[in-house]
Every structure is written in C-alpha cells, then in structure tokens.
C-alpha cells in the first residue's frame, strides 16, 4: 500500500512540474485562490526547512511551522498519549507532545524522499524513526502555517 502511496505521490510532483514547464509558474502557488487567497509555501524548500527544523531538536524552529490551534493526527499519539482518536489539538499540546518524543529519541534524524503537493496540502514522504517510512500531509491556513497534519507509518 505504501508503494502504491508513493507512486501516486510521485506521479502528482510530475504533473507539478509539467504546470511548471508548460505555464512557466508553479499555478497552485504562484496564484491566489479565488475568494480565499490561500497560498501554499514552495513545496520544495517548505520540506527542506521542515526537515531541518526536526533534524535541529528546537522544538522552537518545529512550531513555527506550525497555527496555534493546529490539529495532530498519527497513531503515534493513540501508543504513547492513549488518545483514541489520535488525535490532539493546539500547539500548546503539539509542543508537549513533541518534547517527549525528543526526549524519548534524543538521535531523531528524518531523511526526505520525496515532497509533492495538492490545492491545499503538501504531503512528505520521509524516513522517520525506528525503521519506519512516513507520509505526512499537511493542510495550510490563510496565514501559510500548518493548521492540520495527518501522518502515516508503514
């Protein structure tokens, strides 16, 4: 199922960069959309800095990614918080959340393999922690932050 994801994701960055080609812009970023002037962040450099930031440890550099009434979806927070829905709202919740698990796996290191985008979200496909493959995507509000994050694990 995951290589199927990935395909599917792959096959969206290449329609990305044909809209780049053909219209010499990047049309889900480069315009504003009609009535709510929602503009993503570059793909690209959007997960490079993502990344970085989680590679650094500074939960300060993490949240800045992030609006402060963002909302977290990952089995993760089932296992280690015992939430059922896996879901948490709010940053203030998201920065203790994420402070244990830089406490818990102080050698954290995420490596990207691919980032590609849709009209409202950016999706990353990284390596995360313990072996695992992970697809996070992230939904945007009107100010260019991460107002919702649904991850996925293999």
């Known amino acids: 199922m995951i290589v199927s994801l990935c395909h599917r994701l792959h096959a969206a960055n290449a329609c990305i960069r044909m809209q780049r080609f053909f219209y010499g812009v990047n049309t889900w970023t480069d315009a504003a959309w009609k009535g709510g002037a929602r503009l993503l962040p ?9 990344i970085e930031s989680w590679n650094s440890h500074d939960l300060d550099r993490i949240l800045s990614h992030y609006s402060d009434d963002v909302e977290v979806t990952t089995p993760m927070i089932k296992v280690a918080l015992g939430i059922e829905s896996g879901t948490l709202r709010g940053k203030a919740l998201a ?5 244990a698990a830089l406490e818990r796996v102080p050698d ?6 691919e980032c590609t985008q849709s009209v409202e979200s950016i999706a990353l496909y990284y390596k995360s922690v313990m072996g695992k493959m992970a697809i996070e995507v992230m939904f945007f509000d009107e ?3 991460v107002s919702r994050v649904i991850a ?3």
């Open 42 to 50: 570059d793909a690209e450099k959007f997960a490079a800095e993502w």
């Open 95 to 99: 920065r203790r959340y994420w402070q």
């Open 108 to 113: 954290l290191h995420f490596r990207l393999i």
């Open 143 to 145: 100010d260019g932050k």
């Open 152 to 154: 996925h694990y293999n």
